[in-house]
């Protein structure tokens, strides 16, 4: 059975930073394709915030450019979400999904940035 278990998540202050990390485990191949997702409260919407192809490119939507980075080790097929100067506007539920080679989804976890 394949799992993928997220983490990191938590409640954090305006410019902290938190570590999403994805953990892929069970009879998956490696890491093809990494995103990550989030859902603000009242929203049905999964909106992609960050990807990354392995061995492509990185890709950012226009709110978290230069401040989230994502990346992929595929030593322990493990996706990261790294989030710098957290704003409010960044609490959601965030969700991983993973392309290995088949597209498997984390269960959601939360950020909270509150001061």
């Known amino acids: 059975q394949v799992q993928v278990v997220e983490s990191g998540g938590g409640v954090v202050q305006p410019g902290g930073s938190l570590r999403l990390s994805c953990a892929v485990s069970g009879s998956t191949s490696k890491i093809n394709f990494a995103a990550w997702h989030r859902q603000t409260p009242g929203n049905d919407a999964h909106d992609e915030v960050a990807?990354?192809?392995?061995?492509?490119?990185?890709s950012y939507t226009d709110s978290v450019k230069g401040r989230f980075t994502i990346a992929v080790e595929n030593a322990s097929k493990t996706a990261y979400l790294h989030m710098d100067n957290l704003t409010p506007e960044d609490t959601a539920v965030y969700y991983c999904r993973i392309d290995a080679p088949y597209t498997y989804w984390g269960q959601g976890i939360q950020v909270t940035v509150s001061s």
């Open positions: 990807s990354f192809r392995v061995g492509g490119s990185t």
